[in-house]
């Protein structure tokens, strides 16, 4: 067990909708990422937090958008979803020291699947 | 922005067989190149890494060698056995400030009993 909670496990939705996912960090862990794994992809970078605030961004689509809360828990929120979005989602987390990433922890990741 | 290409995309090796991984990354100022195991149904789990300023680091049968001039890392699993059947991730971060770490596409290994 990593540590690092990740909700819902799986989800199925529709062309068009919007989803949620959640993600809990490991205790003392201010920093968080979002993974996207595709079939036979590796792990794409989306987006970190660090203690709330955006450090770095990846190849994330702008119809998806995350946020890191007070409390440290993350979303990544997916809108106007299509069949190409379906993927496993991995959020993982860290102990940062002066900007430099150590460790990461990755949840059990949210597999979305777009019909 | 940093790219990581890792060979092969699969690999079966006989129980007891080794297994090598190798990547290669762009940035030459990449400083920290960790390895991840993902068994079924899990997210990916750090088994091993290495710094820029240490050339090879050992771990019981895991061992991962880095080349800082030809910009290339590897990973060797000696005395394979069943369990090590898994996707295995080579990744390297950026120095500076929170830079991201950027994956390869994963290597599948299949240990053969």
């Known amino acids: 067990d990593s540590g690092v909670t990740q909700t819902p496990k799986h989800l199925i939705t529709a062309t068009g909708q919007r989803v949620t996912l959640r993600c809990s960090p490991r205790?003392?862990?201010?920093?968080v990422y979002w993974y996207q794994q595709s079939l036979d992809q590796g792990l794409q970078f989306l987006i970190q937090?660090?203690?709330?605030?955006?450090?770095a961004k990846g190849n994330i689509l702008e119809r998806f958008s995350a946020q890191q809360f007070p409390d440290l828990h993350s979303e990544l929120n997916l809108s106007s979803l299509e069949l190409g979005d379906s993927a496993l989602y991995f959020c993982?987390?860290?102990?940062?020291?002066?900007?430099?990433?150590?460790?990461?922890?990755f949840g059990e990741g949210s597999r979305l699947t777009v019909l | 922005g940093e790219n990581v290409e890792q060979h092969p995309s699969t690999l079966s090796v006989q129980e007891g067989d080794s297994a090598v991984i190798k990547c290669t990354y762009s940035?030459?100022?990449?400083?920290?190149f960790p390895w991840y195991k993902q068994e079924l149904g899990k997210g990916p789990q750090l088994i091993i890494d290495?710094?820029?300023?240490?050339g090879e680091k050992k771990d019981q049968r895991i061992a991962v060698t880095l080349n800082k001039t030809a910009k290339h890392f590897s990973l060797h699993i000696t005395e394979t056995q069943p369990e090590d059947s898994a996707v295995y991730f080579c990744?390297?971060?950026?120095?500076?400030?929170?830079?991201?770490?950027?994956f390869g596409t994963g290597t599948k290994l299949q240990v053969i009993p």
């Open positions: 993982a987390s860290s102990v940062t020291s002066g900007g430099n990433t150590g460790e990461l922890f």
């Open positions: 205790s003392g862990d201010l920093s």
């Open positions: 937090y660090y203690n709330g605030e955006e450090r």
């Open positions: 940035d030459s100022a990449s400083n920290y």
């Open positions: 290495i710094r820029s300023n240490v």
């Open positions: 990744a390297a971060r950026g120095s500076g400030g929170y830079q991201k770490v950027t």
